[in-house]
């Protein structure tokens, strides 16, 4: 039995399930018979923002942006498999983006979900409606669900496709950063680290507090990321922006409002924020990944 799986996307190569003490919930089921399964999650859809309105293909060893990939099944709500893939951090012989397990008959939910990781980060995945970042940052999130009905014994090879469901952040600033700045801190009204991964939404709106270091040298604009899931496909949020010292003392503020996000596109806020023309609290936006736009605040 084969199943194919395609969404319009990149391609990103995967196969299904490994490591056997995972696979099964309970003795009683390793004593059930099994069926082979593969699962190849041939992509995710990426725009980049050098191409707005197009949507390239590229294998999952090749972006950079995937950093780890999970793969679940569910019977219901009980966890029957999860593994994870950590890019650098492979067990022997396995191969970013290839799994293989064995899986009792029944019918199952598979969640694939792919994203970027930072040091420090913890991500869970609990249902096939829940996952989260529950540390400091939120990343770069793919994911796929589908219904998987094992019906008898005879190898079971999956295709499916991944989507990113996440928005982005970029706030750059149109002047160099002065020696005493340390942190831009971004602080959302709504969103959230939090989502579902059968829906791409964001299960909690309450909003959170994304505080990231500056690498760029003092006199060298900088650009600060965040990422967040929405609410909604499309969801306008205040944002406001701040400068912190070594000290944590804010030297900027700036609170932006309505911001346009939307999932599947980065928006850039761009000003002054180091220098006494942040006074003005000018603030321009571009939207990208999917669409461009400029809007003045």
């Known amino acids: 039995m084969k199943k194919l799986f395609f969404i319009a996307g990149l391609v990103l190569l995967v196969a299904a399930c490994s490591n056997e003490s995972e696979n099964m919930v309970n003795n009683a089921q390793m004593e059930e018979a099994v069926t082979p ?21 590229q294998d999952v060893t090749d972006y950079a942006g995937v950093k780890a990939i999970t793969l679940a099944f569910y019977n219901g709500s009980t ?7 950590v890019r650098g951090a492979l067990e022997e012989g396995e191969t970013l983006g290839e799994f293989e397990c064995s899986l009792p008959m029944g ?41 998987v009905d094992i019906t008898n014994t005879s190898a079971v090879d999956i295709s ?23 942190n831009v801190r971004m602080t959302f009204a709504a969103g959230g680290k939090a989502f579902n991964p059968t829906s791409g939404l964001a299960t909690a709106n309450t909003g959170f507090i994304n505080t990231v270091p500056i690498s760029t040298a ?65 603030f321009q936006l571009e939207t990208a990944w999917l669409t461009k736009e400029d809007v003045a605040f």
């Open 79 to 85: 966890e029957v498999y999860k593994h994870e893939q």
């Open 37 to 57: 399964v593969k699962v190849h999650v041939s992509g995710f859809s990426v725009s980049q923002e050098d191409y707005p309105t197009t949507r390239a293909a």
């Open 107 to 147: 019918s199952y939910t598979m969640v694939v979900i792919a994203r970027g990781q930072g040091e420090g980060d913890v991500f869970t995945l609990t249902s096939p409606t829940e996952a989260a970042y529950t540390s400091d940052h939120s990343r770069e999130t793919f994911a796929y669900t589908q219904a």
């Open 218 to 282: 003092a006199g060298v604009t900088s650009n600060s990321v965040s990422y967040l899931f929405l609410a909604t496909d499309e969801q306008d949020i205040d944002v406001t922006i701040e400068t912190l010292d070594s000290e944590g003392n804010t030297l900027f503020s700036k609170t932006v409002q309505n911001v346009p996000f939307k999932r599947n596109r980065v928006t850039i806020l761009t000003g002054a924020m180091y220098t006494n023309d942040a006074v003005s609290g000018a």
């Open 160 to 182: 499916a496709t991944l989507n990113r469901i996440i928005a982005k952040l970029e706030v750059h600033s149109s002047d160099g950063r002065t020696a005493n700045v340390t």
